[in-house]
C-alpha cells in the first residue's frame, strides 16, 4: 500500500522553513527520501532505518517515528534550489522486504 | 564514476507492439531497480534484479518482464504495448541490498504509445 505524503503541495518565499510527512499503515524498515526536479531524475537525499533515527546535512534532515510509521523532511532556510517534488519510498518487512513503495509526491516551490 | 545510463531516451510504440529498454549501472553495482512513473500513478517499483537473479516484483502484468547479465546491465521488455503503458522507466542501481542502500536513478525512458 503506497505511503500517503502531506502537504501535496507547498509554496515558501526563499528562507522558510518545510515540514513533510510520510505516513505508512505498515510496519517500515526503512524510509528513502528523494527530490525530483522537472525532467530529471530522482536524487537521493537520505535514508532512515528502523530505529526512529534522524539524519540531516546542510540545512535538509529527516526523522523517522517508528512507533507512528511515519518520516518527515525538514527543508530549512530554504533556497531555490530545494523546489521539485519531493518523494518518500517506504520498504516495509515480510514480503514487501527489499521492495521500495514511494508516496505520491509533495511539490515544493521556492520562490524569490 | 560514470552514473546510471538508459537507453533510448525516447521511444515510440504503436499498440501490440513490443518494446526493450536497457540500463547499464553505476560499475561496481549489482542491484538494478526498474519503475514506472505516470502522472496518475506515481512511481510504481517493477522489478528489481541482483546479480543476474530477480529478487523482487512488483504488482505488474507479466507483459512487464526483465533481465540482467553477467555484466550487471539489465534489459526491460514490455510486451503487446497498451496505451497505458505510456510512461517514464527509470532504473536505478544500488551496490547492494536494496533497503540499506542509496538508490541511484538513471535519466529515465520516455515511452509513448499510440
Known amino acids: 500500500q503506497q505511503p500517503v505524503q502531506s502537504p501535496q503541495a507547498v509554496i515558501l518565499r526563499e528562507g522558510e522553513d518545510a515540514v513533510i510527512n510520510c505516513s505508512s499503515s505498515?510496519?517500515?524498515?526503512?524510509v528513502h527520501w528523494y527530490r525530483q526536479k522537472h525532467g530529471e531524475a530522482p536524487v537521493f537525499l537520505m535514508i532512515l532505518l528502523k530505529g526512529g533515527e534522524q539524519k540531516g546535512h546542510d540545512k535538509i534532515s529527516a526523522s523517522f517515528n517508528e512507533k507512528k510509521q511515519q518520516s518527515s523532511l525538514y527543508l530549512t532556510a530554504s533556497q531555490l534550489s530545494y523546489s521539485g517534488t519531493y518523494f518518500c519510498g517506504t520498504e516495509a518487512g515480510g514480503t514487501s522486504y527489499g521492495k521500495l513503495t514511494f508516496g505520491q509526491g509533495t511539490i515544493l516551490t521556492v520562490h524569490p | 564514476k560514470a552514473g546510471v545510463t538508459q537507453t533510448p531516451r525516447y521511444l515510440i510504440k504503436t499498440r501490440g507492439q513490443q518494446v526493450t529498454l536497457s540500463c547499464s549501472p553505476i560499475?561496481?553495482?549489482?542491484?538494478v531497480s526498474w519503475y514506472q512513473q505516470t502522472p496518475g500513478q506515481g512511481l510504481q517499483f517493477l522489478f528489481e534484479?541482483?546479480?543476474?537473479?530477480?529478487?523482487n516484483k512488483g504488482n505488474f502484468p507479466g507483459r512487464f518482464s526483465g533481465r540482467q547479465f553477467s555484466n550487471s546491465r539489465s534489459e526491460m521488455n514490455v510486451s503487446t504495448l497498451e496505451l497505458g503503458d505510456s510512461a517514464l522507466y527509470l532504473c536505478?542501481?544500488?551496490?547492494?541490498?536494496?533497503?540499506?542502500?542509496?538508490?541511484?536513478f538513471g535519466p529515465g525512458t520516455r515511452l509513448l504509445v499510440l
Open positions: 505498515k510496519a517500515l524498515y526503512s
Open positions: 534484479y541482483f546479480s543476474e537473479t530477480q529478487r
Open positions: 560499475s561496481g553495482h549489482r542491484s
Open positions: 536505478a542501481s544500488s551496490s547492494g541490498l536494496l533497503g540499506q542502500e542509496t538508490q541511484y
